[in-house]
C-alpha cells in the first residue's frame, strides 16, 4: 500500500511519495474561471427580477394555445364513406358478432401493414381486438379468402397468428384492403 502526501494551495498542488522519494506538481496559476455561457444559470440578485401577477379572465387566451389533450369526436359528413375512405363505426351491426374490434384514438382501424426479413416476408397487424380472438380469426380468413377467389381468381389459404394475451392477430401477406372492406361490412 502507497501512502501519498498531497499539499494544496491555490496557486499549485503537490503529491510526494516518501518511500521513492517522488514528487508531482502542478500550477493553476495559469487557469482562470470561464465567463459564464448563455445556457449557464446566473444568480441575480432579488430586485433584478421581474415582477409575475396571476390573472385568471386572462387565462382563457393562453388555453387557446395550449395543446388539447382529447382528440374530438369527427365531424358530421352529409355521405359516407368520406373522400378519405373513413366510415363511422355502425353500432347495429357489430353487435351481431361475439367480437369487437376498437378503433384507434384517432378514429381509424388498428390495421397496420409489417415487413419482415428484408421485406420478403409480408404480415398485416390487427389490434385491439376484444372478446371471441378466435371466432373473428376465422370469420377473417374465410372473408379474404372469398375476397382473393373473386377478384383475383385465385384459391389461396390464408394463414394468421391469433395472440390472445396483447389481443391481436397477424395475417400472412399484404391484404389490408380486404381486411378494412371486413371490419366496414361488421360495423366496426
Not at 448563455?38 to 387566451?61: A, C, D, M, Q, W
Not at 398485416?124 to 382473393?148: P, S, T
Not at 397477424?170 to 366496414?184: E, N, P, T
Request: positive net charge; proline residues 7%.
Amino acid at each position: 500500500m502507497h501512502r501519498y502526501l498531497i499539499k494544496l494551495n491555490k496557486l499549485n498542488a503537490t503529491m510526494v511519495n516518501p518511500s521513492v522519494l517522488v514528487a508531482y506538481s502542478s500550477n493553476f496559476s495559469k487557469l482562470s474561471e470561464r465567463k459564464p455561457l448563455p445556457s449557464r444559470p446566473i444568480n441575480l440578485e432579488g430586485h433584478e427580477f421581474t415582477s409575475v401577477t396571476e390573472s385568471k379572465e386572462e387565462f382563457k387566451y393562453v388555453k387557446k394555445l395550449l395543446p388539447s389533450l382529447v382528440v374530438p369526436d369527427p365531424p358530421e359528413h352529409d355521405f359516407y364513406p368520406t373522400p378519405s375512405g373513413w366510415v363511422p363505426p355502425n353500432n347495429e351491426k357489430c353487435s351481431k358478432f361475439p367480437y369487437f374490434v376498437l378503433r384507434t384514438r384517432f378514429h381509424n382501424f388498428p390495421i397496420y401493414a409489417l415487413e419482415r426479413e428484408g421485406g420478403s416476408r409480408k404480415l398485416v397487424k390487427i389490434k385491439r381486438i376484444e372478446g371471441d380472438i378466435w371466432k373473428f380469426d376465422e370469420d377473417l380468413r374465410n372473408y379474404v379468402e372469398k375476397c382473393i377467389e373473386k377478384n383475383e381468381d385465385k384459391k389461396l389459404t390464408i394463414y394468421s397468428q391469433v395472440n390472445e394475451v396483447q389481443r391481436q392477430v397477424m395475417v400472412k401477406g399484404h391484404y389490408q384492403d380486404y381486411i378494412s372492406k371486413f371490419l366496414i361490412e361488421c360495423g366496426f
